[in-house]
Structure formats: C-alpha cells, structure tokens
C-alpha cells in the first residue's frame, strides 16, 4: 500500500462521507542531538506552512471542519494553515496533550530512546510487535494494537465535523499505519512531512476505509 496524494484523495469523497485525517505537521527545521528539549520548540519552516495551506486547498469547500492538535508549536502552525488554506480565517484548535505523546507508556524510558536514537527506537519496538514480541526490550511504547484502536476510537469520538483533522506526529502516525494499513518502515525509508492516515466514515461515523494519504509529492522520506 502507498500513499494518496491529497488532492486525489479529498475528489473521491462521496458527499455523505467523513474524514478524520491523523496527519504529520509540515517542514520543521532540523532537530539536533544537542536539543536539549528533543525538538519541542522547533516551529516550521515557510515552506512547511506552504505546505499546510496548500494541503488546505484541497479540502472540498462544503462540509464543517474541526481542529485538534498536539500542543507543540509545529502542530498547532500546522492545523492553522490547513484551516486558512481552506479559506477559515479564524480555526479554533483544541490542543491536547495525549497527541504529542499518545504511544508514550514510560516517559523516562522514551526519553532514552530519543537519546539513543529515534527512528531505531520505534522501528524496532514496531519490528518486535510484529515478531509476537511486543514488549522487548522497549517498555517505553504501549503495546501497539491496543492504542492504535485507542486511538482511531479517540479521533471519532472528538471528531464531529465533516473534516477533522488532527496534527501530530511522525513518532505517532506511523504506529497507525503499520496497525491499520501494514505498511513498513525502516530509519532509512521514513514517513514525509504533511503525511497520515485518512479515516474515511460515513454519515453515523462507521469507518469504511482507512486510506494512507500525503500532501506532499510523496509520503517518503529517504535517508
């Protein structure tokens, strides 16, 4: 399975069907292992507000939207862009604290794997799910089917618009694509900026199809 581009995506939609989009925030500038604080005050860059308004555009005009958010300044820029490049000058956006950290399960013993090293930090706590090992030796994250569900449950729930869509991410979005739509990652073929996964439900929120989708040229990055 790949990804949708967004465009594609967002014209395919039957008019009685809803989305919960759990995207990826835009371009940020780079994160170094000297941060101290892992990255949590590096905003976006210009092109990465482009980015989300572009990805705006191509939200159908008719229907209500609603915006969450993790509380992190990136994520909620980029659900601020999504919403003006819809033509909403004023998005209110509900920042919740569990979308900056939702796979989170010891928070110590995460921080130490974004010490050392976070692309292999996930890709082996999602390999071990995969091998029926899904503690390991990585007792930082949740187990993954469970909050997965939690969390497409939690994006349902809050979401009562037509489009919701809710930013994050990438730590948290490719869990959820691995769960609902077996896709594979590796540190070295990463999820891209302004990507995730569209739940697409129908009028009494029954999911119909969950569908990979990015607003970028791609949803891959390469190292």
């Not at 929120?205 to 791609?218: E, F, H, Q, S, Y």
């Amino acid at each position: 399975m790949d990804f949708t581009p967004a465009v594609d995506f967002f014209a395919s939609l039957a008019s009685d069907e809803r989305v919960f989009l759990l995207v990826r925030h835009g371009e940020r500038r780079h994160i170094t292992p000297e941060d101290p604080d892992f990255g949590a005050h590096v905003g976006l860059t210009e092109r990465g507000r482009e980015q989300a308004l572009s990805l705006g555009k191509s939200i159908p005009a008719e229907g209500d939207m609603s915006f969450f958010s993790s509380p992190v300044g990136r994520c909620v820029e980029t659900a601020l862009n999504i919403g003006l490049g819809r033509g909403i000058q004023n998005p209110s956006i509900q920042k919740m604290d569990c979308l900056a950290e939702y796979f989170v399960q010891d928070y110590d013993e995460y921080t130490k794997v974004l010490r050392a090293g976070f692309y292999e930090g996930i890709c082996e706590w999602l390999q071990n799910e995969a091998a029926g090992n899904p503690r390991g030796d990585k007792e930082a994250f949740a187990p993954l089917a469970a909050r997965s569900e939690e969390m497409l449950s939690m994006m349902l729930e809050k979401g009562g618009a037509r489009f919701n869509i809710f930013a994050t991410h990438d730590a948290w979005v490719v869990p959820c694509l691995t769960h609902f739509c077996k896709m594979t990652f590796t540190p070295q073929r990463w999820m891209n900026y302004l990507t995730g996964m569209a739940v697409v439900t129908d009028a009494q929120k029954n999911v119909k199809r969950i569908v990979p989708v990015t607003g970028l040229d791609t949803g891959w990055l390469l190292f």
